[in-house]
Structure formats: structure tokens, C-alpha cells
């Protein structure tokens, strides 16, 4: 069965730090997606990434990077220099791959806030 | 671009009406979904749609929800009859279908409170 696990409910940093958010997946499949999303208070959420199974190599966006291990089916998300803006609620989502199944599985978030 | 557009954004109601909700989904997209998100549940997929048939279905609570799909660029999820357990915030989401999974695009939502 798939399951996606966020176990840090909530963090709390100050500006400025670097902060980890951890995603731990299970999935029989060999070919899947993994995803980020963030929920702002304004609710909305929004599609941060999407990798695949295949794709070991770990991302950076500007502030923004992604360490995709599969060895411990693992696939965290760091902020550097966090700011007041990255406040928000992050989800971390898994799809298998094939057929017509495009389902998301989403983890519970973990809640970060960034102290000014 | 429109982004995946739903209304109403808020809808309060009594227990024991029926509600509506309505999506219209990005223009393109072949895949659309309904989640329903509460504090105590989290994220939960209530039913997708692909090429407007409904695929999967398990979600969806019980018999007093239903979804359809009548054409690519709309869908609605009923509540008949409500109740205040159905309170929460409802989002739509599409994307296209082929050759994903990819990433889906979420509406604004609908907060839904039932008195």
C-alpha cells in the first residue's frame, strides 16, 4: 500500500535559518512520482516539484532544494535562509505510475513557521 | 492562463440542504479531482474523473455525495443531504493524464461550513 509519512507536525524557526522538512514514502511500485506542495494561510496550494522513481539526482531552486534518497525512501525538502514568506503548511505527495491512475497520496504537512 | 477556477468560495448552509459546488478545470487538463481537507483527516481524494468518467469513486463518503462530469470544463460535487460533518474545504485540482502521473493544479476552494 502507498503511504506517505510527514512526521514533523510542526517546526518553528527563526529567519534566516535553514530548515529540513522530512517525507519518508512506501510504495511496492517501481515507477512512481513524488511531490511537494505548499499550503500559504491563504489556503491555496501550490505545486512546488515533481520527480520521479528514476531520478536521483537532487534539485535546487533558488532557496529551495530537494534530496530525493531511495535507499531510505526518503525525500526532504530544504529551505536555506528561511524566510517570514515561506510560512505555510508542506505536503508531501506520492503517485504511482501507469494506466489512468493519477492519484496523489498526501502526507498530514508539517506546519512550518519562520519568526521574524 | 486561468488557473482551475471554483465556486463559491464560501458556502454556509443548514443541515439538511443540498449543496453544490463547481469547478472548471484548466483548459487542456483531461484529469480532474475532488479532496476534501479537515483538520482531523488531513488531505483526502474523494473522487477523480479522467476524460470526465469517474475512475475512481472509493473516496466519495457515502451516498449523500455525488460528482459529475458532464463535459471537459466542468464538474460538480453535490452534498444531499448535508450535514455539519461535511464542514471542511473543498478542492478541485486537474491535470493532464498523459503520459503522468503529473503535477495537479489545485483551485482556491470552497470553504464549506454546515450550521
Known amino acids: 500500500a502507498q503511504k506517505v509519512t510527514q512526521a514533523q507536525t510542526e517546526i518553528s524557526v527563526v529567519e534566516k535559518e535553514d530548515v529540513t522538512l522530512d517525507c519518508v514514502y512506501e510504495?511496492?511500485?517501481?515507477?512512481?512520482?513524488l511531490f511537494w506542495y505548499k499550503q500559504p494561510p491563504s489556503g491555496e496550494l501550490v505545486f512546488l516539484i515533481r520527480?520521479?522513481?528514476?531520478?536521483?539526482q537532487n534539485e535546487i531552486s533558488g532557496r529551495y532544494s530537494w534530496n530525493f534518497q531511495k535507499s531510505t525512501s526518503s525525500f526532504n525538502f530544504t529551505i536555506t535562509a528561511s524566510q517570514v514568506v515561506d510560512s505555510a503548511v508542506y505536503f508531501c505527495a506520492l503517485s504511482e505510475a501507469g494506466g489512468a491512475t493519477n492519484k496523489l497520496i498526501f502526507g498530514t504537512g508539517t506546519l512550518l513557521a519562520v519568526q521574524p | 492562463d486561468a488557473g482551475v477556477i471554483q465556486s463559491p468560495r464560501h458556502e454556509v448552509t443548514e443541515m439538511g440542504q443540498e449543496v453544490t459546488l463547481r469547478c472548471k478545470p484548466i483548459s487542456g487538463h483531461n484529469s480532474l479531482f475532488w479532496y476534501r481537507q479537515t483538520m482531523m483527516r488531513g488531505l483526502e481524494l474523494l473522487i477523480y474523473?479522467?476524460?470526465?468518467?469517474?475512475?475512481?469513486d472509493s473516496g466519495m463518503p457515502e451516498d449523500r455525495f455525488s460528482a459529475k462530469m458532464p463535459n471537459a470544463s466542468f464538474s460538480t460535487l453535490k452534498i444531499q443531504p448535508s450535514e455539519p460533518r461535511d464542514s471542511a474545504v473543498y478542492f478541485c485540482a486537474s491535470t493532464t493524464g498523459t503520459g503522468g502521473p503529473y503535477e495537479q493544479y489545485f483551485g482556491p476552494g470552497t470553504r464549506l461550513t454546515v450550521t
Open positions: 510504495t511496492r511500485d517501481t515507477t512512481y512520482y
Open positions: 520527480r520521479n522513481s528514476f531520478d536521483e
Open positions: 474523473f479522467n476524460n470526465n468518467v469517474p475512475i475512481d
